[in-house]
């Protein structure tokens, strides 16, 4: 199986990461980072840069696509190539994924529509202008639409699918070897469990569009 | 303050990039990719590039620095040109940090000898060559030496330490912005947890080393 990563200007990296570093130890899978054009892609920080090797062009048919998402995102809302891409690939993918915002240029490209599906929780309600059905799980799963909540959500939503293609015991096998038994110091990770008013700071400093 | 993440070749990305989303976002900070040579640097698996933006050479004096491990640790053992720059690094550094069996190149260069310290659980015996002592749990920290667990503990230790300097406050809001709040799909992140056939297929396939 060949899964493509897509890279835009501005990612963040760990949305494109968890599912590289989960998803990307499928058995006899090759993982491919994708680009308009080759070479280093910025992320949100500007202090990453992670290499496309492939162009969207060389890439046309990917078995399992992953989009990323982070403030980068809402220009490419706009990006016919990006969006034709998606479409494309979408028409002989087996599994079209996201994480984070990654999933309002799922829907941009019109591939959600009627689905369910997730995103950033401060992007969560922006689905609804793509006819997409927001809910705030971690990972959702529509058909072949498997789309994840925000940043670090990518990895539970790369282990999910892991499992669900190649068994339970690989999935089982890569968290062990990735560690993951995660114990966070605080437990502020959504919405619901974070302090209000950091809440409410995030709430009126995003930048997360549907436009 | 500047944070420098070093990058060798065959590292593993989920090491470097835990840390550099959460610890990276630090107020007032610059996160810096190293390496011995400028450009692209590959990952463990080979599908992934990080591009390191400056050479050991031109970042002589971090504040804090973040060492990732990976099955690329071994060979990084006798690199005398990395082991010379973490020393020297280190002796200005506020705080000396490691992923991962990044641990093992921290105490090859002879700084953690009579410390606690974590690596990765397949690599965790190997610390005890170089007079470190081994605990299993997943951040640990010994006075300015932050040591994390395998792979994915990364982003536990980048919290932590974001709020040891930047306090709760700062850390409580990347862990929300970043939607830390993880719901692994297994619960075989460690191998007390995980099903023991598993455990010992991975000891049995391990190549971690120190030597």
Chains 1, 2 share one sequence.
């Not at 990612?11 to 054009?37: C, I, K, M, N």
């Not at 990654?102 to 950033?120: D, F, N, P, Q, V």
């Not at 993951?180 to 400093?205: C, F, M, N, T």
Request: net charge negative.
């Amino acid at each position: 199986m060949r899964i493509a990563i897509v890279l835009f200007d501005r990612f963040t990296a760990l949305d494109a990461v968890g599912p590289y570093e989960t998803l990307g130890r499928l058995p006899d899978s090759e993982t491919v980072f994708v680009a308009e054009q080759r070479g280093p892609v910025r992320t949100d920080t500007g202090n990453l840069a992670v290499t496309a090797d492939r162009t969207f062009a060389e890439l046309p048919d990917p078995d399992i696509v992953v989009v990323p998402g982070g403030p980068g995102q809402t220009p490419q809302m706009e990006n016919e190539t990006l969006l034709d891409w998606l479409r494309a690939a979408d028409a002989t993918s087996t599994w079209t994924t996201s994480v984070c915002t990654g999933s309002l240029l799922l829907a941009a490209a019109g591939l959600l529509e009627g689905r369910r599906a997730t995103s950033h929780w401060l992007a969560l309600d922006h689905l609804k202008h793509f006819g997409v059905r927001p809910t705030g799980e971690r990972v959702v799963t529509d058909g072949k639409y498997v789309t994840a909540a925000g940043v670090s959500a990518g990895i539970d939503m790369g282990l999910t699918l892991l499992g669900r293609i190649a068994g339970d015991e690989q999935a089982q096998t890569v968290q062990l070897w990735t560690e993951y038994d995660p114990q966070p110091p605080y437990d502020a990770g959504s919405p619901e469990k974070a302090p209000v008013h950091i809440v409410e700071r995030l709430r009126r400093e995003s930048r997360f569009s549907a436009k």
